[in-house]
Nanobody
Framework: VQLQASGGGLVQAGDSLSLSCAVS????????MGWFRQAPGKERDFVAA????????YYADSVKGRFTISRDKAKNTVYLQMNSLKPEDTAVYYC?????????????????WGQGTQVTVSS
């Protein structure tokens, strides 16, 4: 599985930004797709996830109500719409997938990773 993330940038607090992740290679309905982020000097943290089947989504408490994850099966692409951005959302955002289920995805057990894309939110 190969993952190619795009869409990062520099925005002001309160702005919106959308990230995309193009997926190639083997996937299946049981795959979980999503995003983690890593700020300087911090751990890589879970942000949002969606089952490739599209029937379930999951969010970190810090982004609930502001971020929306979705996927387009026809385009093999996962999206992260980020609204009401805050300076604390500043991080490198990584697209990732896991074939072993949501718990494995969130604990990063067996994840495939794409390259990161920088999101910077100025105050």
């Amino acid at each position: 599985v190969q993952l190619q993330a795009s869409g990062g940038g520099l925005v002001q607090a309160g702005d919106s930004l959308s990230l995309s992740c193009a997926v190639s290679g083997r996937t299946a309905s049981n795959y979980v797709m999503g995003w983690f982020r890593q700020a300087p000097g911090k751990e890589r943290d879970f942000v949002a996830a969606i089952k490739w089947s599209g029937d379930s989504t999951y969010y970190a408490d810090s982004v609930k109500g502001r971020f929306t994850i979705s996927r387009d099966k026809a385009k093999n692409t996962v999206y992260l719409q980020m609204n009401s951005l805050k300076p604390e959302d500043t991080a490198v955002y990584y697209c990732t997938t896991n074939p072993y289920g949501t718990n494995s995805f969130i604990t990063r057990s067996g994840n495939y990773w794409g390259q990161g894309t920088q999101v910077t939110v100025s105050s």
